[in-house]
């Protein structure tokens, strides 16, 4: 059974700090990594996706992959509280057509 | 990316009837999937949908009670059939950019309420 674990939260930030987002996943080939928002009462949306070790950023997002590890993080900077909202980390493990989403962490960033 | 709309974007049914929801993309896909969502729960597969072939279902979901069709690479439907107030939830269209790392990509959804 290929997995994604995250931690459910809620996360609390203060406004302005960093936050981060930790995810693992059991299927050590996996090769293609998701980072998505969802707020409360919408569909997800794409932040970003990584597929090579080390960092990936865009604007105040940026996503680490460790693939020794089997870890995935999303480190929002600066956080406002417009990210508030629940974060989905998935995975697309090898030989299938699947991605795999964990259950999501919610994160509340305090004005 | 993709554009996806979804139709109706929420109802309220009564038991026992079937409601079909469409799912269009501005671009063709291979791949569609379609999700169920309760309030404050993680994403449930319901069936992957490819043009040309059956749906396949996950464990724990029917064709009979979740028809699918797939006529062409822009559009899918959904159909919940015999409703319960189980059923109430979101129902999510999703398609997969190969591409874009198959990256996958979500509908608006379909809030639906059974009474």
């Known amino acids: 059974q290929k997995e994604v674990e995250q931690n459910s939260g809620p996360l609390s930030v203060p406004e302005g700090a960093i936050a981060s987002l930790n995810c693992t996943y059991s299927?050590?080939?996996?090769?293609?990594f998701f980072w998505y928002r969802q707020y409360s009462g919408k569909s997800p949306e794409l932040i970003m996706f990584?597929?090579?070790?080390g960092d990936k950023e865009d604007g105040r997002f940026t996503a680490q992959l460790n693939k020794a590890s089997q870890y995935v993080s999303l480190l929002i900077r600066d956080s406002q509280p417009s990210d508030s909202a629940t974060y989905l980390c998935a995975v697309k493990p090898t030989g299938g057509f699947k991605t795999i989403f964990g259950a999501g962490t919610r994160l509340f960033v305090k004005a | 990316s993709a554009v996806i709309s979804q139709k109706p974007s929420r109802d309220i049914c009564q038991r026992g009837t079937s409601l079909t929801i469409q799912c269009q993309v501005d671009s063709q896909v291979t791949m569609m999937f379609w999700y169920r969502q309760q309030p404050g729960q993680s994403l449930t597969l319901i069936a992957t949908a490819n043009q040309g072939s059956e749906a396949t279902y996950e464990s724990g979901f029917v064709i009979d009670k979740f028809p699918i069709s797939r006529p062409n690479l822009t559009f899918s439907t959904l159909t919940v059939s015999n409703m319960s107030p189980e059923d109430s939830s979101i129902y999510l269209c999703?398609?997969?950019?190969?591409?874009?790392?198959?990256?996958?990509?979500f509908g608006p959804g379909t809030r639906l309420t059974v009474l």
């Open positions: 999703s398609v997969q950019i190969p591409l874009l790392r198959d990256t996958q990509y």
């Open positions: 299927d050590r080939g996996s090769q293609s």
């Open positions: 990584i597929y090579s070790n």
